[in-house]
């Protein structure tokens, strides 16, 4: 009973990670609605630069948005960090900074890129990954991934612990497992289950 209702609490942030990620979401849609009446107003006054200036604030803000849903369900420092560029950049071009608050701001962007570059480098820098749930049923992952992955297990989660067992690999963030032509890492491990994997494509 304990080891169960412990792993109902370790799933719940993940799960209302997702839910929170969907209001976002309709309320990104939502103000994608304002964004168009917007363009119609940026017609209306083509001369005027400060409603150009408010569409841009507008767009910029339903993209930071955007890659905050992506950093709450990735959970890497890479998606972090894109957000505080986005957050930066949209300070930057729209907002009157003067000299100073110009400069910061560009050393600022500087150091986020210096970041990414050197201390959070992928160990499969080539590949791009698809982040999914642990509990995605098999069956859907072949859909999205259009491979033929056999019938060990009924989760990707279970295909996780399947491939390590396999390699002889303890289950650990980062590492990667390999079965039949797919590669997976996990994304988050939470005392030692399984949350979300990063299935990886290998770009040709």
Same mark, same amino acid.
Do not use: C, W
């Given at each position: 009973?304990?080891?169960?209702?412990?792993?109902? @609490?370790?799933? %719940?942030?993940? *799960?209302?990670?997702?839910? @929170?990620?969907? $209001?976002?979401?309709?309320?990104?849609?939502?103000?994608?609605?304002?964004? @168009?009446?917007?363009?119609?107003?940026?017609?209306?006054?083509?001369?005027?630069?400060? %409603?150009?200036?408010? %569409?841009?604030?507008?767009?910029?803000?339903?993209? =930071?948005?955007?890659? %905050? @849903?992506?950093?709450?369900?990735? *959970?890497?420092?890479?998606? $972090? $960090?894109?957000?505080?560029?986005?957050?930066?950049?949209?300070?930057? $071009? =729209?907002?009157?900074?003067?000299?100073?608050?110009?400069?910061?701001?560009?050393?600022?962007?500087?150091?986020?890129?210096?970041?990414?570059?050197?201390?959070?480098?992928?160990?499969?820098?080539?590949?791009?990954?698809?982040?999914?749930?642990?509990?995605?049923?098999?069956?859907?992952?072949?859909?999205?991934?259009?491979?033929?992955?056999?019938?060990?297990?009924?989760?990707?989660?279970?295909?996780?612990?399947?491939?390590?067992?396999?390699?002889?690999?303890?289950?650990?963030?980062?590492?990667?497992?390999?079965?039949?032509?797919?590669?997976?890492?996990?994304?988050?491990?939470?005392?030692?289950?399984?949350?979300?994997?990063?299935?990886?494509?290998?770009?040709?």
């Amino acid at each position: 009973m304990r080891i169960r209702l412990r792993y109902l @609490i370790s799933r %719940f942030p993940s *799960h209302a990670e997702i839910y @929170i990620s969907l $209001i976002i979401m309709i309320a990104v849609v939502i103000g994608s609605i304002g964004l @168009i009446r917007g363009l119609y107003d940026v017609y209306l006054n083509a001369r005027n630069m400060e %409603f150009f200036q408010d %569409f841009l604030g507008y767009a910029m803000t339903l993209v =930071i948005a955007i890659e %905050f @849903i992506k950093m709450l369900l990735r *959970h890497t420092p890479g998606s $972090i $960090i894109e957000v505080l560029l986005f957050a930066m950049a949209r300070k930057l $071009i =729209i907002t009157k900074e003067n000299t100073l608050g110009l400069l910061l701001g560009i050393i600022a962007i500087a150091v986020l890129f210096i970041t990414r570059k050197f201390l959070f480098v992928s160990r499969i820098a080539p590949s791009e990954g698809i982040i999914l749930s642990a509990a995605t049923p098999v069956k859907e992952v072949r859909k999205i991934m259009g491979l033929d992955i056999p019938d060990v297990a009924e989760t990707l989660g279970g295909l996780v612990v399947y491939a390590a067992r396999k390699s002889k690999k303890s289950l650990s963030e980062d590492e990667i497992y390999e079965l039949d032509g797919l590669k997976m890492k996990i994304n988050r491990l939470l005392d030692g289950i399984i949350e979300m994997v990063e299935v990886i494509e290998e770009k040709d």
